[in-house]
């Protein structure tokens, strides 16, 4: 970037904070789904673009999310320290997303309207057929969208190509990101994007089984061997105890539960066949084989949630995009959700799913993409990403409001300060997929052999020999 807009870039840095939740162990919701609404954040499988997402359960308050679409743009002036820099000039941008649905695209079409009708510049805000494969198209045609969502999974990939612009240490609100978020986005050092949202995992309990099966709140799980135990209990009469989606996208949640994970803290070493996680992995084969718990496809079902939803598993892992689920397919179920249970060291530990806003490096309207982000990434117009369909905001300064409005939710946002990212290292994508198709055959097979064969593969992914 030359002298005179890099100067420029400095002068546009007048951004709202961006909220970074903290959490700590917290009480989990209970309710039956009222609202429909989709995320981006995390997917029911770790090959979706994007998934189903909640916006409060009965006992929420707030109005529908019907009514929302346009709360983005409603609230994103007000109370904000973001500013359009003098002498901005005027640009067309292009926006390229991987949609969850309706509300998603209104709300986004209603924020940059917003913004464009302040700066007098225009966004035309396009959802993918196919994120990837169009974004692929785009750069190699060298024309790409101004921004995109990025995946942190791919991101390292993207970068290494150069197809990204690393914006990310500019923004003046970057320390109000959560601290997983930003690592989730950083690469060789530097911050590219700005995360957009974010979502987490819990324990969704079904409360009629958990009743009929003699189960009260002193029985909730908090260690793995309760949750084997409880598992077992509601295992009858053709339904299981537990299910879950065979993917790490779950899997690695019991890692994190032991001390381990994929990488070592900084990302630079893979660690997958640590013994913490050779002990995890091991215990999803012990409740796999004495039937505690069921892969989601082994009970001809598409994920976790549908598992539950059909009443095929008593409980199940998922994050808040279950609310939607809930209600759009299966409004009669209720349900508790609480905090995933501890491993034998006592570590809490959940997964987090984010997307970014990714600006292109051949962008020729940096200025005015990166003063969009500062815009986008206000806590006023992140609560109405909120409102509109479900995704938790990803700077912690719009934490009180947003557990005001979704007490329900706060399982989910306490278990930002415990949560580990998705690993985001060039190459990394085609490693957590091999990743998968081997947890399919785990019941059968050696959790050490499969992790050393992962450990393999992601050492070479991140350079290592």
């Not at 979706?48 to 997402?53: F, K, R």
């Not at 986005?185 to 089984?209: E, M, R």
Request: charged fraction near 15%.
């Amino acid at each position: 970037m030359s002298p005179r807009r890099m100067s420029r870039v400095a002068l546009t840095a007048t951004i709202g904070a961006v909220l970074v939740v903290s959490a700590a162990c917290g009480s989990g919701g209970t309710g039956q789904a009222t609202n429909t609404s989709s995320s981006s954040s995390s997917p029911p499988s770790s090959s979706s673009q994007s998934s189903q997402s909640p916006t409060q359960s009965e006992s929420s308050t707030g109005s529908e999310t019907s009514s929302q679409s346009s709360s983005a743009t409603e609230s994103g002036s007000a109370g904000s320290s973001w500013t359009v820099p003098a002498g901005m000039p005027k640009a067309k941008l292009t926006i390229l997303f991987g949609s969850s649905g309706t509300a998603e695209t209104d709300a986004l079409k209603a924020a940059t309207a917003d913004w464009a009708k302040q700066t007098g510049s225009t966004v035309e805000v396009t959802p993918a057929s196919n994120l990837d494969q169009q974004l692929a198209q785009g750069f190699s045609s060298n024309t790409p969208p101004d921004l995109f969502y990025m995946d942190p999974s791919k991101l390292g990939t993207y970068a290494k190509a150069g197809n990204l612009w690393a914006y990310g240490d500019q923004l003046p609100n970057k320390a109000d990101f959560y601290p997983a978020l930003v690592k989730s986005f950083t690469y060789n050092g530097q911050l590219y994007c700005a995360p957009k949202d974010q979502s987490t995992l819990a324990l969704w309990i079904n409360t009629a089984d958990w009743t009929a099966a003699g189960l009260t709140d002193s029985d909730i799980p908090t260690t793995w061997d309760q949750l084997d135990a409880v598992a077992k209990k509601l295992s009858t009469g053709g339904r299981v105890g537990l299910s879950i989606s065979p993917t790490r996208d779950r899997v690695d949640a019991f890692f994190v539960q032991n001390g381990g994970y994929l990488v070592n803290d900084d990302g630079t070493q893979a660690t997958v066949n640590s013994a913490q996680n050779i002990q995890a992995l091991t215990f999803v084969k012990k409740m796999l084989t004495d039937g505690a718990m069921k892969w989601s496809s082994d009970l001809n079902t598409g994920w976790g949630g549908e598992a539950f939803g059909t009443n095929k598993a008593a409980m199940t892992i998922e994050g808040p995009w279950m609310f939607g689920a809930l209600h759009s397919d299966y409004p009669t179920i209720k349900y508790k959700i609480v905090p995933l249970p501890a491993g034998p060291t006592g570590t809490q530990g959940t997964l987090v799913f984010t997307n970014c806003w990714a600006i292109s490096a051949a962008s020729k309207n940096h200025d005015q993409a990166l003063n969009l982000v500062e815009y986008l990434t206000q806590p006023s117009v992140e609560m109405g990403f909120a409102k509109a369909f479900g995704v938790i905001p990803s700077v912690q300064s719009a934490q009180a409001e947003y557990l005001q409005q979704f007490p329900d939710n706060k399982v989910f946002v306490d278990g930002i300060a415990y949560a580990k990212g998705v690993v985001s290292a060039p190459g990394v994508t085609n490693v957590l997929a091999d990743f998968d198709s081997q947890l399919g055959s785990l019941a059968t097979g050696d959790p050490k052999t499969i992790l050393d064969s992962v450990q393999t593969n992601l050492k070479s992914a991140l350079g290592g020999s």
